[in-house]
């Protein structure tokens, strides 16, 4: 026989409730009364769960750890609110992020910047993904990034700034993404792990300073990398950025063109490079339009 959860929370709702009068003389530890009043509440959440309504088990789940605050669980209230969260994902994103930016705040305020991290990630899914709030994805991404950096895991703080980078470029911010891919960059130029990597951070990077519409920039920054990294020289990618700054230059749309359906028969364009490409391809048109 199934526990009602409507009941569980009626018990919960009276556990919680403050004493007051008479019976606040008589009546028990406040702290113990919170921590039955939220063990009633998980119980009533977790049923929730059971019958698949999301939205009742988060809140639930949000009783139950204003209760444990009360409580002074933090740590315990904490978890809770990543369990509100789990509950309101599918269904209710922004109460998701809501309270998924409660327990953030809780981790932090105990030191546990590493959970905090993996957190605001999961933050920035929901922003990109669900909500569509790049700008909030990227600011979200960019704090992972930092905790993990300052956490000294820095596979998990390249991968947070190259979410970064890959969203700025996307949304027009050039110089937040040449930033971020170039310190991605360094960190990996004396890692055999991820030194492969290297030319794609240069392309982009290269990229975003030409559809910057920073020429010398551009040029600057190709010379710089060939610095960094010798092998840089002769890539496809090495070769592809020197292509698209001549066809800028000469304000060549077709060649332009003509350069990216042959690198594409070697090494398929992704959405992104397509995209910022576009824009660059755009730049001339318009550039030469005003000529005109």
Same mark, same amino acid.
């Given at each position: 026989?199934?526990?009602?959860?409507?009941?569980?929370?009626?018990?919960?709702?009276?556990?919680?409730?403050?004493?007051?009068?008479?019976?606040?003389?008589?009546?028990?530890?406040?702290?113990?009364?919170?921590?039955?009043?939220?063990?009633?509440?998980?119980?009533?959440?977790?049923?929730?769960?059971?019958?698949?309504?999301?939205?009742?088990?988060?809140?639930?789940?949000?009783?139950?750890?204003?209760?444990?605050? @009360? #409580?002074?669980?933090?740590?315990? $209230? !904490?978890?809770? *609110? =990543?369990? &509100?969260?789990?509950?309101?994902? +599918?269904?209710?994103?922004?109460?998701?992020?809501?309270?998924?930016?409660?327990?953030?705040?809780?981790?932090?305020?105990?030191?546990?910047?590493?959970?905090?991290?993996?957190?605001?990630?999961?933050?920035?899914?929901?922003?990109?993904?669900?909500?569509?709030?790049?700008?909030?994805?990227?600011?979200?991404?960019?704090?992972?990034?930092?905790?993990?950096?300052?956490?000294?895991?820095?596979?998990?703080?390249?991968?947070?700034?190259?979410?970064?980078?890959?969203?700025?470029?996307?949304?027009?911010?050039?110089?937040?993404?040449?930033?971020?891919?170039?310190?991605?960059?360094?960190?990996?130029?004396?890692?055999?792990?991820?030194?492969?990597?290297?030319?794609?951070?240069?392309? @982009? #990077?290269?990229?975003?300073?030409? $559809? !910057?519409?920073? *020429? =010398?920039? &551009?040029?600057?920054?190709?010379? +710089?990398?060939?610095?960094?990294?010798?092998?840089?020289?002769?890539?496809?990618?090495?070769?592809?950025?020197?292509?698209?700054?001549?066809?800028?230059?000469?304000?060549?749309?077709?060649?332009?063109?003509?350069?990216?359906?042959?690198?594409?028969?070697?090494?398929?364009?992704?959405?992104?490079?397509?995209?910022?490409?576009?824009?660059?391809?755009?730049?001339?048109?318009?550039?030469?339009?005003?000529?005109?």
């Amino acid at each position: 026989m199934s526990v009602d959860p409507q009941i569980l929370l009626a018990k919960a709702d009276k556990k919680a409730a403050p004493a007051s009068g008479f019976s606040k003389l008589f009546s028990g530890s406040s702290t113990y009364q919170y921590e039955e009043a939220a063990d009633l509440y998980i119980q009533a959440a977790n049923v929730f769960r059971i019958q698949r309504e999301g939205r009742a088990a988060g809140q639930a789940f949000e009783k139950a750890a204003a209760a444990q605050q @009360k #409580s002074e669980s933090k740590d315990e $209230a !904490a978890n809770t *609110l =990543v369990e &509100a969260y789990k509950s309101y994902k +599918q269904t209710d994103p922004e109460d998701a992020v809501r309270v998924l930016k409660q327990a953030i705040q809780l981790f932090t305020l105990r030191g546990q910047f590493r959970r905090a991290a993996n957190y605001e990630m999961d933050l920035g899914g929901i922003y990109e993904k669900e909500l569509v709030n790049i700008t909030e994805a990227i600011a979200a991404y960019d704090t992972a990034g930092e905790w993990y950096f300052q956490d000294q895991a820095e596979a998990l703080a390249n991968k947070a700034f190259l979410k970064v980078a890959d969203l700025s470029a996307l949304n027009g911010d050039y110089a937040h993404a040449v930033q971020r891919y170039e310190q991605v960059a360094r960190a990996s130029l004396n890692n055999n792990l991820t030194r492969w990597s290297l030319k794609e951070y240069f392309l @982009k #990077s290269g990229l975003c300073h030409i $559809a !910057a519409q920073d *020429l =010398v920039a &551009a040029e600057r920054a190709v010379s +710089q990398y060939m610095e960094w990294e010798p092998s840089f020289v002769g890539t496809r990618e090495c070769l592809l950025l020197q292509d698209v700054l001549q066809c800028v230059k000469d304000s060549d749309a077709e060649q332009l063109s003509a350069k990216l359906f042959e690198y594409d028969q070697f090494s398929k364009l992704d959405n992104w490079k397509a995209t910022i490409l576009l824009k660059i391809k755009n730049n001339i048109a318009n550039a030469e339009e005003d000529i005109l």
